[in-house]
């Protein structure tokens, strides 16, 4: 199984995705993140993201900031966006359905259809980034225990 998890920057919202469902799925699953921009290309998470994940010992602080390519579509069995507007540019790219059918929403998969969107903490305090972190905790729950079942 192959996971990409999208944010706008990949510098927040899907690296802690990133690393927080690397802890739940077997080793031999890839899980990716990436962002629909490329503003932060070859740069590493948030220094906020970064502390916060280690305060749960989850180690973010090798990844680096990538966009989402052209060949994720291709390689990626799932595609988990962050948000509405994350959800829209991806879905934009796809050239087809079978790869339309790979994208979802990330917080849909708890349920929520109408509260699906994990909120960006960029421009909050480290509280923001906790309450992240817990949202994609409970998320990557929810995927490992739809994938693994």
């Known amino acids: 199984m192959k996971i990409l998890m999208v944010c706008l920057g990949n510098i927040c919202r899907s690296p802690l995705a990133e690393g927080i469902m690397k802890t739940k799925v077997p080793e031999n699953f890839v899980v990716d993140s990436a962002g629909t921009i490329s503003l932060h290309e070859g740069e590493y998470p ?33 595609i988990y966006c962050m948000d509405i507007d994350v959800f829209e540019d991806v879905i934009s790219k796809a050239k087809n359905e079978k790869e339309r059918q790979k994208i979802s929403l990330f917080l849909e998969t708890l349920g929520d259809h109408e509260n699906a969107e994990v909120p960006d903490p960029y421009w909050g305090d480290m509280k923001d980034f906790e309450e992240v972190f817990q949202l994609l905790d409970k998320g990557c729950d929810a995927i490992k225990n739809q994938i693994l079942t």
């Open 46 to 78: 948030d220094k906020r993201a970064v502390k916060t994940a280690a305060n749960h010992h989850v180690d973010i602080s090798k990844q680096k900031s990538r966009p989402i390519r052209r060949t994720d579509f291709e390689t990626f069995d799932k």
